[in-house]
């Protein structure tokens, strides 16, 4: 290659002969071609890493996917005990504890849905039995004399009148669950309030030979609060505490007020509440001990009522029981002085 050389009035002063070299041709074409498959290995490591990463995410989203399939698959058949293993924190992982928590929510919702049945069959069969039983000793003549007849009405009209309180508590629950239990509030002195209730469960405590009193101070501030729903609440607490306190046991109620609060103390001295039970005992169609008075035609809705028409005043109630025959138990119920409409 031959190139000139100028000098400043562009007067071409000599020529500079260059040379191509073969060497340096070949070095060119040889780095080049290095060049060229060091980007081609690159650039297949880089497809087959991608490859491979993409496998191992999508077997790593595919297989708690599959998992989580086999799960709705189980639970859709009724088996409420199909779980999912999440691991790490991403959404997949989130969508898994997500669906342990649905699964456990509707699980704990079939169990109660087997209870109600469970307990509202054997509730409504004990009393129809006996009263199928009382009937047909009249039809066929096995009773016969006054006597007798009077003391089957008496024992149907008992049995009635649980099939009418079981019927009403699962009335009532119902409306608790729908929200929509009014309250027609005014105010009331808590003497008031006890005096009534203790004097509609005393016949329930002479029959069962327990003494029933209270201690209500006199000068208590006013109650504003709905006085039938909260008599039933506290008389369930008195039921309650009377069907679980032997003879010649004790029931006390007690009033007093504190941190803007009335609280109504009820203590026993029944064979008091199991550690076992008393997470539970505000629950519904819970039973401490099913084994006791299989035909008072309870389903285990008292205490689960007491809980809704306090908590519907805007208060709260409590129990602490050291499960020993003989300390009993104390349900504490908190009420604010100054409830507002709800």
Do not use: W
């Amino acid at each position: 290659m031959t190139i000139p050389v100028l000098d400043g009035s562009d007067t071409t002063i000599g020529t500079v002969f260059v040379q191509h070299n073969v060497s340096h041709q070949r070095a060119d074409e040889t780095f080049l071609a290095d060049v060229t498959r060091a980007l081609i290995v690159a650039g297949v490591f880089v497809a087959l890493l991608a490859a491979g990463l993409s496998v191992l995410l999508t077997r790593s989203i595919n297989r708690p996917l599959a998992e989580m399939e086999q799960a709705a698959i189980q639970f859709a058949q009724g088996d409420y005990t199909a779980r999912v293993s999440p691991r790490g924190q991403d959404e997949v992982a989130t969508l898994g504890r997500t669906f342990n928590q649905m699964a456990e929510s509707v699980g704990s919702v079939e169990q109660l849905r087997r209870e109600l049945v469970a307990n509202v069959s054997h509730d409504l069969r004990t009393p129809l039995t006996v009263i199928r039983g009382y009937l047909e000793g009249l039809r066929f003549g096995q009773i016969a004399d006054r006597r007798s007849a009077e003391m089957a009405f008496d024992a149907m009209h008992v049995e009635v009148a649980r099939l009418l309180r079981l019927v009403g508590d699962l009335r009532q629950a119902a409306a608790l669950d729908r929200g929509v239990l009014p309250l027609d509030r005014r105010a009331v002195a808590p003497l008031d309030l006890v005096a009534e209730t203790v004097e509609r469960a005393m016949p329930l405590a002479a029959a069962q030979e327990v003494q029933l009193r209270y201690e209500v101070p006199a000068d208590l501030p006013l109650l504003n609060i709905d006085v039938e729903r909260m008599g039933q609440a506290l008389f369930n607490l008195l039921e309650n505490a009377v069907r679980h306190t032997p003879a010649n046991g004790e029931i006390l109620l007690t009033a007093q007020c504190q941190d803007e609060q009335l609280r109504l103390i009820i203590r026993d001295t029944g064979a008091g509440i199991s550690a076992e039970d008393l997470p539970h005992i505000f629950e519904r169609f819970y039973r401490a001990d099913r084994a006791r008075n299989p035909a008072e035609g309870r389903a285990g809705l008292g205490l689960s009522i007491v809980e809704a028409i306090v908590e519907a005043h805007g208060g709260t109630v409590n129990v602490e029981s050291e499960g020993m025959p003989g300390k009993g138990s104390v349900f504490t119920v908190n009420l604010p002085l100054t409830a507002s409409p709800k």
